[in-house]
C-alpha cells in the first residue's frame, strides 16, 4: 500500500502533468488495480504468460526485474515514440538494490526505506534516503 507521503508524491506528480508510470516487477494483474486506485493510467510491469485461459507461472516476455526494468520502460517508452534520454528530468523511488540499473539510469533516483545494498549505494552516491513508513 502507498503511504501518504507517496501519495502526496503521486498527485502532486500527476496534478503538474508529469508522465507518471508505476514501473514494478510485480505481475501486472496484481499491480494495475493499484495504479489505478492512485489515478496513474501508465503501467510497467512482469506480465505473465496465459495459455488457455490459465497463468503459466512463466513470464511473457522479458521479466521487469532488475536490468530488464530499465528495459520494459525503454520498450514502453519507444511505444510512446519516446526514449528515458528525452526527459531533462526523470526520476525512480525504489526500495530495493534490484532497482539499481534504473536508478543508474534516471536523473533524480531517489531511495525509499532502501534494503541495506541500496542504502550503502545511496550513500556512497549522495542520493536522497528518506522514509515513507
Same mark, same amino acid.
Given at each position: 500500500?502507498?503511504?501518504?507521503?507517496?501519495?502526496?508524491?503521486?498527485?502532486?506528480?500527476?496534478?503538474?502533468?508529469?508522465?507518471? *508510470?508505476?514501473?514494478?516487477?510485480?505481475?501486472? =494483474?496484481?499491480?494495475?488495480?493499484? *495504479? *489505478?486506485? /492512485?489515478?496513474?493510467?501508465?503501467?510497467?510491469?512482469?506480465?505473465?504468460?496465459?495459455?488457455?485461459?490459465? =497463468?503459466?507461472?512463466?513470464?511473457?516476455?522479458?521479466?521487469? =526485474?532488475? *536490468?530488464?526494468?530499465?528495459?520494459?520502460?525503454?520498450? #514502453?517508452?519507444?511505444?510512446?515514440?519516446?526514449?528515458?534520454?528525452?526527459?531533462?528530468?526523470? #526520476? =525512480? /523511488? @525504489?526500495?530495493?538494490?534490484?532497482?539499481?540499473?534504473?536508478?543508474?539510469?534516471?536523473?533524480?533516483?531517489?531511495?525509499?526505506?532502501?534494503?541495506?545494498?541500496?542504502?550503502?549505494?545511496?550513500? @556512497?552516491?549522495? #542520493?536522497?534516503?528518506? @522514509? #515513507?513508513?
Amino acid at each position: 500500500m502507498l503511504l501518504p507521503a507517496g501519495r502526496k508524491l503521486v498527485d502532486e506528480r500527476l496534478a503538474a502533468g508529469d508522465l507518471v *508510470a508505476v514501473v514494478t516487477a510485480t505481475n501486472s =494483474f496484481i499491480t494495475r488495480p493499484i *495504479a *489505478a486506485l /492512485y489515478g496513474v493510467r501508465h503501467l510497467v510491469a512482469t506480465e505473465p504468460e496465459v495459455i488457455a485461459g490459465r =497463468f503459466t507461472g512463466r513470464p511473457n516476455g522479458e521479466p521487469c =526485474f532488475q *536490468a530488464g526494468k530499465l528495459a520494459c520502460l525503454e520498450t #514502453w517508452l519507444a511505444g510512446l515514440n519516446r526514449r528515458l534520454s528525452d526527459f531533462a528530468e526523470s #526520476w =525512480f /523511488y @525504489s526500495d530495493s538494490h534490484n532497482d539499481l540499473p534504473l536508478l543508474l539510469a534516471v536523473t533524480h533516483p531517489v531511495a525509499i526505506d532502501p534494503d541495506p545494498v541500496l542504502a550503502a549505494e545511496a550513500l @556512497s552516491r549522495g #542520493w536522497p534516503i528518506t @522514509s #515513507w513508513r
